[in-house]
């Protein structure tokens, strides 16, 4: 399944290879912002309903709330949605940006069920607290899609099908390179802090527990401190600077749960007179991180990024294969993960193995960069 999905995802017509930084409360360089006018969202309108993407209701409709705009990732990920889910291809996709509250999916959700769309597709802002909501969705009769970050409900049957990343081992692979990379210049001792995502968040919970995990395994790592960075460079900045603050020069480790809260974190060291690049031997800070958006990219390619590990965004193409399926009255897989990989700075650590599985490490360069989709 998941070659089949990779295969859909490389035949989908989505380009968005411009997306150099648009992090929801402050994206790296100000680049790419997307006028609401373009992108037919509700952002800060007070209008209570869903706004169409543009036009009339016609040929499948669909209901689509997303978390909100906190990162490149979030935007790349709408985008997605929405170029697959046009008029010219027979949908009508009405969305809803839920500036990352909960409260206001749930009221978006129940908009749809009024306005009888045909599906609901969901990127949760947290894993709970769903289960009243998508019963009401259930009793519907509308077919519901989470995408990206998971739900934790008593009965799965109140989704039909996710769509999403192995937010654990995206953690697993990360870790797995560090030990590598960390054997490999010869340092045993690691000082990590972790600015994690929003609390709650499948992708927190996944990569939290990933490095959690490693600093249990392994002597000489120690988690100095974990606070959430809530996914945006501004709120990254903060932590980082709070972090400099606490422990100052024991840090030799940033494990920043997503890109923007990199950006944040290095402008924090940046500032602060540190030097971030990718030998520890020298004292310099190794800052980690993870969705390897553009910009998260071209940072590798300096080298103030040491290790990038692919989250893909691009969830459209695989949620509309889903909706093609049920249109043909066919059975869908309840899960469905993606194939990711894993980049870095140099090519000290090619391959990584996590339990019985071996990933590839592919070194960034800028062919690699050019011939991304986001």
Known sequence: MKKKFLAALMCATLTVTTLAGCGGDSAKDGKNDIPTSQTGGNENTGDDSPENSGGSDSGIVIGFSQVGAESDWRTANTESMKSTFSEDKGYTLKFDDAQQKQENQIKAIRSFIEQDVKYIVLAPVTETGWDTVLKEVKDAGIPLIIVDRMVEVSDDSLYTAWVGSNFKLEGDKACAWLKAYADAQGVKELNIVDIQGTIGASAQIGRSQGLEEAVEANEGWTLLAQQSGEFTQAKGQEVMESFIKQYGDKINVVYCENDNEAFGAIDALTSAGYTVGTDLSKGE?????????????????????????????????????????LEAGNEVEKQQYVEEEIFAAGDEVTSITVGDDSFDVTTVTQEVIDGRAY
């Open 285 to 325: 800070v190794l800052v980690m991180s993870f969705d390897s958006t553009n910009a998260g990219m071209t940072d590798v390619l300096s080298g103030k990024i040491v290790c990038n590990t692919e989250c893909n965004p691009l969830h459209g193409p695989r949620v509309e294969e889903i909706i093609k399926a």
